[in-house]
């Protein structure tokens, strides 16, 4: 579905935050959906917590491999969970309080949709195409590692008879430029020119519509496979019966065994390239998402190898196939070290690229040079005010009764509360600076930003407070300042005061 997009805005993740720990169900869903992501997509990963306060929080995004400064947004929303007809007055304010608690907490999740950048779903085609790729890899691996017994059988035929007229099966592999249904078990083309779309994950339902399945197995398979070990590719798998007898019109024998000793050292050689380029595929998926665990596929190809090893007769070709086995879990442990070290140095997930710090620099802290409401209605207050109750509804009702009446009540106290540390015009004095620890400075620097975005913000809901409006610019930079990361507001508090000096 998201392949059939251009573009992306962003992906949110609904988890009720009550749980109290992160269960072997939970953890295989999160998995599953991390395993489906692209690095690229990771900054515009929202988690939202339901049905708790922050404080009762058990999630940590770095369980399912994301960054732990992930948008994470926490909502008590279980206020319509009971009949407003026992709430008694304590449970009505408390309720009243996770209800406006609730709605900032909308109105953030809007604001944050809006202001982040779209991205394109480019990289979800490209990273469902590499590990199409990788699988057919894996299985054209067996099929070389098979390919060395058939020879193996050849060569010890030829140094005990001259004349064997007993046939040996090889597979000559032909890779076209159209799409074939192909039994990874069998190891055949049961359907050439397969007319379905193009379906290179094995097991696809969409190849159960194939003309050559009847009720979901194979009918050119014997025995009959089922849908589930076929997938489509360009390729052409040709048995090659090559008989004995052929060999020995135009060669003696000792000139047969030689040739056959090259062509398994050719087989040993392409085995070899052929593992560097699984590794190579494999190192691209981890880079371009760190979530998907590649090792897992490796290790189903390693179960099937260790099935065929014990159906081999030769036992110089089982030592190559355990060697074979060892070197790709060797690769398993490097790729497994590889996507450690590619998921610790993954970027952390900002609000603010390093250019919007620097931008916000420059424009010299206006957020402490004026202090009065939002000019323009901005996103979070418009959803605010457009909030309405249901109909039919008598909790909410309730709830939106006191609404008005209760946020007035309380920006007012705010703001009374705070006028001495904020003056009416011009900027704000950090009085001794020399006696407060830097914590307290950027504390106080953090709580005046806050009071004047509240006290801006409060004029959408009571027009009764009389500030000073905010220009269009300053609102803007007033969102982005809550919207930083901490090293980011750290930045911008040095900035200011560095600009103060002068």
């Not at 094995?202 to 194979?218: A, D, H, I, R, Y």
Request: hydrophobic share 35%; charged share 25%; glycine share 2%.
């Amino acid at each position: 579905m998201v392949r059939n997009m251009h573009e992306l805005s962003a992906i949110v993740l609904v988890i009720n935050g009550t749980k109290p720990r992160l269960t072997i169900n939970v953890e295989y869903v999160l998995g599953k959906f991390r395993h489906q992501l692209p690095n690229a997509v990771l900054q515009n990963i929202f988690v939202i917590l339901t049905n708790c306060n922050k404080h009762q929080v058990n999630f940590k995004p770095e369980s399912i491999g994301l960054s732990a400064d992930v948008h994470v947004l926490v909502m008590q929303n279980s206020a319509f969970s009971t009949d407003p007809s026992c709430w008694t007055p304590i449970a009505r304010r408390l309720l009243q309080i996770d209800w406006e608690n609730s709605m900032d907490t909308i109105n953030s999740i809007v604001e944050l949709l809006l202001n982040t950048a779209p991205i394109t779903t480019v990289s979800f085609n490209d990273m469902n195409e590499q590990r199409n790729d990788l699988i057919s890899l894996l299985h054209e691996s067996r099929l070389i590692i098979m390919q060395l017994q058939s020879l193996d059988d050849a060569l010890e035929t030829c140094m005990s008879t001259k004349r064997n007229e007993a046939k040996y099966q090889f597979f000559e592999i032909t890779h076209v430029d159209y799409h074939n249904t192909i039994c990874s078990k069998c190891h055949q083309v049961c359907h050439d020119h397969c007319q379905l779309d193009e379906s290179r994950v094995t097991g696809s339902e969409n190849l159960k519509c194939c003309k050559v399945f009847l009720n979901g197995t194979c009918t050119v398979c014997n025995p009959r496979c089922s849908y589930k070990l076929h997938y489509h590719g360009r390729k052409l798998i040709v048995p090659c019966s090559r008989g004995m007898f052929d060999y020995w019109n135009s060669k003696v024998s000792s000139d047969q065994a030689y040739n056959i000793q090259q062509q398994q050292l050719k087989i040993t050689e392409n085995l070899h390239d052929q593992l560097k380029t699984i590794e190579n595929y494999c190192l691209r998926l981890v880079d371009m998402c760190s979530g998907f665990n590649v090792v897992d596929e490796l290790y189903t190809l390693l179960k099937f190898l260790e099935g065929d090893i014990s159906n081999f007769k030769s036992e110089k070709v089982r030592t190559k196939a355990r060697a074979f086995l060892t070197l790709v879990t060797d690769m398993c442990s490097r790729i497994s070290q590889h996507q450690k070290t590619t998921s610790s140095l993954a970027t952390p997930v900002e609000s603010l690229t390093t250019e919007d710090t620097t931008q916000h620099t420059r424009k010299k802290s206006v957020i402490l040079n004026k202090t009065a409401p939002l000019k323009n209605t901005t996103v979070m207050t418009t959803v605010t005010s457009q909030t309405k109750p249901r109909k039919g509804t008598e909790s909410q009702n309730a709830l939106n009764g006191a609404s008005t009446q209760k946020k007035t009540e309380m920006m007012t106290n705010e703001k009374l509360a705070r006028q001495p540390s904020v003056e009416a015009t011009g900027p704000t004095k950090i009085v001794n600076e020399g006696a407060r620890t830097e914590k307290q400075i950027r504390q106080e620097f953090q709580d005046t930003v806050e009071q004047r975005f509240q006290e801006a913000t409060s004029e959408r809901f009571n027009r009764q407070l009389s500030v000073q409006e905010l220009t269009e610019e300053e609102s803007q930079l007033l969102q982005w300042f809550r919207l930083c990361s901490e090293q980011n507001k750290e930045l911008l508090l040095t900035g200011a005061r560095e600009l103060s000096k002068f």
